[in-house]
């Protein structure tokens, strides 16, 4: 029977102390969330956010547009961002209208107020072992588990199913930075249950359930970063988590394992932003 990888708990520590901190600061840091349209999934995120941040200290400014905003003056706002002085950390909610390209977003985010870690400096930073301005949050609470939990990664064979920018393929490179040997496997990936079947540590970002008993060794680490709706509008994630927590050592559950430690990794962000902005 697996040891249950509790994320709430983790993630309250993590605010905890960055409370503590944030009293001890000259100003509170800042950060500012744009939300283009009216997107349900999104408004109860950027709810979260905005209440996790004000909760522990940190000032939050929600900007909403309608969905008829033109890319060119989403880039302005974001420009204008960059160069206030009082805004420490920024970030674009995802997704946004098909007319606005999300890439150019991202790439008008100044690196340095870049929360949720995804331009290309800071991606770059990452690929080349070099430490980035900020972390992509969600791998970023996935490694902090693991060694909450002090699960060895040196040496160990890491399966990552799922391959998207913002956790699929910075979390293979955290983890082949911390010395494991990492796959990743793909909606294109032949054989599947036979790679996942290798994995010391298999991690799912792929947003349907996927994960079966019969695709995980004994004993392997089992971190599930999925969360959807099921067919029965309950809230559940890409492993099939009752039979899994049979054989696996431990195993996040959904929700209460990778999703508080977003927001963590989020307001930890934003704290780091402010301080790296604050040296002269």
Do not use: W
Not at 247 to 254: E, L
């Amino acid at each position: 029977m697996a040891t249950i990888i509790d994320g709430k708990a983790v993630s309250a520590k993590i605010l905890e102390n960055l409370s503590a901190e944030i009293k001890n600061l000259q100003e509170k840091p800042h950060l500012v969330v744009i939300q283009v349209g009216d997107n349900p999934a999104s408004n109860i995120y950027v709810g979260l956010k905005k209440k996790k941040a004000e909760a522990i200290g940190i000032k939050s400014t929600v900007i909403k547009y309608d969905e008829d905003i033109t890319e060119q003056e989403l880039i302005k706002k974001i420009e204008d961002l960059n160069s206030d002085s009082n805004v420490h950390a920024l970030l674009v909610q995802l997704p946004l209208p098909k007319h606005i390209k999300e890439t150019n977003i991202i790439k008008s985010i100044s690196p340095k107020k870049d929360v949720d870690g995804f331009t290309a400096q800071n991606t770059g930073d990452l690929l080349n072992g070099l430490i980035p301005c900020a972390y992509s949050c969600t791998p970023k609470g996935v490694l902090r588990l693991l060694k909450e939990y002090n699960i060895e990664i040196s040496g160990k064979h890491a399966v990552v199913v799922g391959r998207s920018n913002i956790v699929g393929k910075p979390l293979a490179i955290m983890l082949l930075n911390n010395n494991a040997t990492v796959t990743i496997c793909h909606s294109k990936t032949q054989n599947l249950s036979q790679i996942t079947r290798e994995a010391d540590i298999l991690i799912s970002a792929v947003g349907k359930k996927v994960i079966f008993k019969d695709m995980v060794k004994k004993d392997a680490v089992v971190i599930d970063v999925g969360i959807f709706k099921d067919e029965n509008n309950k809230t559940t994630g890409d492993v099939d988590f009752e039979n899994v927590k049979d054989i696996a050592s431990y195993i996040t559950p959904v929700p209460g394992g990778v999703g508080p430690m977003t927001i963590a990794s989020l307001m930890e962000n934003t704290v780091e932003l402010y301080k790296l902005q604050s040296i002269k």
